[in-house]
């Protein structure tokens, strides 16, 4: 039986407004340069006020995911909340002629606006990101539709999202929906902060109720508390039946079922690095959604990884499926 979606993924519906902006700029408004900062409501709408010929961009760690894998013809869904704002529209708007459908109508009561992240780009590439979590932090069990979930041959949860016991919920409800209809969950580790913070749920999580799990190197080893990387992807392969870690210019390191395989990575110099992370899952996912083989999956998100970072943006711009074609895929 053929399911609506290949994947749909669940995370912050985080609009990226753009600027281009110089060192003095940053220090003039006490913006510490190259790092992600949280923000609170009125710093948020000093800094967009602050920002001189904004460029838009709908965002957020697994929507980036779910257009990267548009991009490569599968079909997609997203989970998220925004506000029924000027932003809020535009970011429905633009996922859905992106080609993911965005099922969540905008939301109109509460305080709250849609969630922005402020990025104030450098003349030597350094993006400083200055994120106001608003609305999108709020997804709960309420924004989870069972069906939609249950429509999922992959569903791909952010890990972010573990900051609130909303977004736990609404998790849970996610993964239980596709799974008992016979479809793969899984979930990206998002930031050794977050995994910091909610250790002991993501261990009980992977062990439960997911299928793969991708992280990076410092995501898995504070995860499991390992110095080495090798005790970590133990831990994670005891834990889950398909373990994925990416090591910035190194090899990607693959285990299923206790069967490791490492894919090369040609080392490129990034343009912009942001992105590489949520478009190596894109293409392992699109892999994955292909019935393609780990080696073969694991190579497709190295292509597409080295693709967004070889530019600004943290979404593909050539077609991917014919570098995949280039590369025998």
């Known amino acids: 039986m053929t399911k609506r979606y290949q994947i749909v993924g669940i995370g912050n ?19 510490q340069k190259g790092i992600m900062q949280l923000v609170e409501k009125e710093r948020g709408e000093t800094l967009y006020a602050a920002m001189e010929n904004r460029v838009q961009a709908a965002g ?5 995911t779910l257009a990267g894998l548009g991009n490569m013809g599968r079909s997609t869904a997203f989970i998220g909340r925004v506000r029924d704002d000027a932003l809020g529209r535009y970011y429905a708007e633009a996922m859905q002629s992106g080609g993911t459908d965005f099922p969540n109508e905008p939301v109109s009561e509460g305080e709250l606006p849609t969630s922005r992240s402020m990025i104030f780009v450098s003349p030597d590439g350094e993006r400083s990101m200055n994120t106001y979590l608003g609305i999108s932090s709020e997804v709960g069990p309420e924004d989870v539709d069972a069906d939609v979930a249950a429509e999922a ?32 969950a899984g979930i990206s580790l998002s930031d050794p ?13 992977v062990a439960e109720d997911l299928d793969f799990v991708i992280g990076n190197e410092a995501e898995f080893c504070t995860l499991y508390e390992a110095n080495d990387l090798d005790d970590a992807l133990a831990a994670a ?13 190194d090899a990607v390191a693959m285990i299923e079922n206790g069967h490791r395989i490492d894919i090369p990575v040609n080392k490129v110099t990034p343009v912009d690095a942001t992105g590489a992370g949520d478009q190596f899952a894109a293409g392992f996912l699109n892999g994955l959604a292909t019935g393609r083989s780990l080696e073969e999956s694991g190579r497709m998100g190295c292509i597409a990884a080295a693709e967004v970072i070889s530019h600004m943006g943290a979404r593909p711009h050539a077609d991917m499926k014919a570098l995949f074609a280039n590369a025998g895929l």
């Not at 957020?60 to 980036?64: E, L």
């Not at 041959?153 to 008992?180: C, N």
């Not at 995994?195 to 009980?204: E, L, N």
């Open 60 to 64: 957020g760690s697994v929507a980036n």
């Open 237 to 249: 392969s005891r834990a889950c039946p398909l373990v994925v870690c990416t090591r910035s210019g």
């Open 193 to 205: 902060f977050c995994v910091d913070r909610h250790r002991a749920d993501f261990q009980k999580l």
């Open 13 to 31: 519906a985080i609009v990226d407004v753009l600027t281009q902006s110089d060192d003095s700029f940053l220090e003039h408004m006490g913006i």
């Open 153 to 184: 041959e992959i569903l791909f949860l952010e890990g972010y999202l573990y900051d609130k016991d909303a977004g736990k919920s609404a998790f849970g409800k996610a993964a239980q929906a596709t799974r008992t209809a016979g479809g793969k």
